[in-house]
């Protein structure tokens, strides 16, 4: 099979980092080509090099034979290069028809001709198999639905290699499925796809190839049946991985979280439960089960319409989230950027915010005391980062999350709730957040850790609760974890079991 994309001794730097080191990549037409690094690995500068955003200091570009010159996006589109970010970049308020030409209307002499589009739109829906409402407004439409409009806007501009930047980091398991059965017809005429994923094993099952980077330079390039999960991770990180899931000893203590009969809104019906010092409680589900509503309850973002709270055996009324940090619970969101962290503050001003009444004033806040603090708890966690001056918003993805967990740690909270922590960084760093959670259970505080990835559940958790619909509908202790049975449970495909008080 002949390349259709080949890149020769790619070398990009910027003002202090070497982003790229004489890196070959090369694209084979009608492959999936899998492209997979740590965060600040150059995944995204090879990307933008590609589609013409930043031009390389040195090397070359080849697209089919001819070497090329890509000045900017829209030579790259009319090259047939198309990348599709997961930030989706689409018009809810437009149809689907409007969106998969704006900016490109066939016409003439300033008049659209809408027929000609919609027989475009159709004819290249039945070519790859993709069937999707063109009349519909796209805000209207799933986030799996949406990514198919760009793909199909792609596919009528006649591009021949599409990259899918975290293409599944949105959707749920069947959204995941219609995406990678669409990118398997894709493949079958004769379109290369470029894909980048944290998600490793999403490589295993959708990819032909996979090249490695880490810290600029490429350090392997193999076909994925030749390739095994740990020697991809040890690749990416550089060192032997011994556990990726690091052991715990301690085993959990008294209780610290009672949940009772907490409905809210319709979104959750009776739920209850335990949760002990020392012990990571995992709470599993498909999107829309109600795992974020309840953290947000247990941390005084909503109020609900019936149950109580107890901690360390006492009643309490979370009003809000002061009240709730007050009582040592901290909420790590799923949304770092927008509820988690001031991204263009710096890491020392993040640290700190929530620790400000603790923190001596000097009149006002002490100024250096602060620093110190934040300082300690970058060497505590390990944060990548020049120093506690730098912006937060130009940290990777894994040092941010780390900043949301130093401020809550810097608080001493007994109770954390962790809602998705893992999403969207990359193994190493996830490896760390793992590892840090079990530190923190050996000094006795509580997690509960929300996630939609069932083997991290599977491999951290003392016991696992499973969510469908705003119930608990089954509880399971480790040594009776049954992959299976939870999938099974959180889908729908097997009976609500009886729980109790979901206690341990």
């Keep these: 099979m002949e390349n259709i994309l080949e890149l020769f001794q790619i070398s990009k730097s910027f003002p202090g980092v070497q982003a790229l080191k004489d890196v070959d990549f090369f694209l084979r037409k009608g492959e999936v080509h899998a492209l997979v690094g740590e965060n600040g690995a150059g995944k ?67 008049f659209v001709n809408w027929k000609r589009m919609r027989e475009m739109a159709e004819t290249k829906m039945k070519e790859v198999g993709i069937n999707l409402p063109l009349d519909e407004e796209v805000g209207n439409l799933s986030t799996a639905q949406q990514e198919l409009v760009q793909i199909l806007r792609a596919l009528l501009q006649n591009s021949k290699i599409i990259i899918m930047d975290e293409p599944t980091a949105s959707l749920t398991a069947d959204e995941t499925k219609v995406l990678f059965s669409t990118v398997r017809r894709l493949k079958n005429h004769g379109v290369s796809v470029i894909y980048i994923s944290h998600r490793l094993e999403e490589v295993f099952e959708i990819a032909d190839n996979v090249t490695i980077l880490r810290d600029g330079v490429k350090v392997l390039d193999k076909a994925v049946k030749d390739i095994t999960p740990s020697e991809l991770i040890e690749n990416m990180i550089g060192r032997k991985l011994e556990t990726y899931y690091p052991p715990k000893k301690a085993k959990p203590g008294e209780v610290m979280l009672e949940v009772k009969g907490i409905s809210f809104d319709g979104i959750l019906k009776n739920i209850s439960f335990k949760a002990h010092k020392g012990e990571i409680l995992g709470i599993s ?18 109020k609900p319409d019936d149950g109580s709270i107890y901690l360390e055996g006492k009643e309490v009324k979370i009003n809000d989230p002061m009240k709730a940090s007050m009582l040592g619970i901290a909420y790590i969101p799923e949304d770092r950027h927008r509820q988690g962290l001031i991204l263009p503050e710096t890491v020392r001003f993040n640290i700190s915010l929530p620790n400000l009444p603790v923190i001596p004033r000097k009149v006002l806040v002490d100024i250096a005391k602060e620093k110190e603090l934040s300082q300690e708890m970058v060497r505590r966690l390990d944060i990548r980062t020049p120093s506690v001056e730098f912006l937060t918003m130009n940290l990777s993805g894994g040092n941010q999350q780390k900043v949301v967990l130093a401020k809550w740690i810097l608080r001493n909270s007994k109770i954390l709730i962790m809602d998705e922590p893992t999403h969207g960084i990359d193994v190493g760093a996830k490896n760390a957040i793992y590892h840090l959670m079990v530190n923190l259970a050996e000094q006795g505080r509580t997690i ?57």
């Design 448 to 504: 509960i850790f929300i996630s939609s990835e069932l083997p991290e559940l599977l491999g951290m958790c003392d016991r696992i609760l499973v969510m469908r619909k705003g119930e608990i509908v089954g509880v399971f202790n480790r040594g009776e974890f049954s992959e299976d049975r939870i999938l099974a449970l959180a889908a729908g495909f097997a009976e609500k079991e009886a729980v109790g008080g979901a206690g341990g």
């Design 285 to 302: 589900g498909l999107l829309g089960s109600g795992r974020s509503t309840l953290a947000k309850i247990i941390f005084g973002i909503l």
């Design 44 to 110: 995204s500068t090879l990307v933008k090099i590609i589609m013409g955003v930043h031009q390389p200091d040195s090397g070359k570009i080849v697209l089919e034979g001819k070497e090329v010159k890509i000045h900017d996006p829209n030579h790259a589109r009319s090259l047939g290069i198309s990348a599709i970010h997961q930030e989706l970049a689409v018009f809810p308020d437009l149809t689907v028809l409007e969106n998969l030409f704006i900016g490109w209307q066939p016409g003439k002499f300033g």
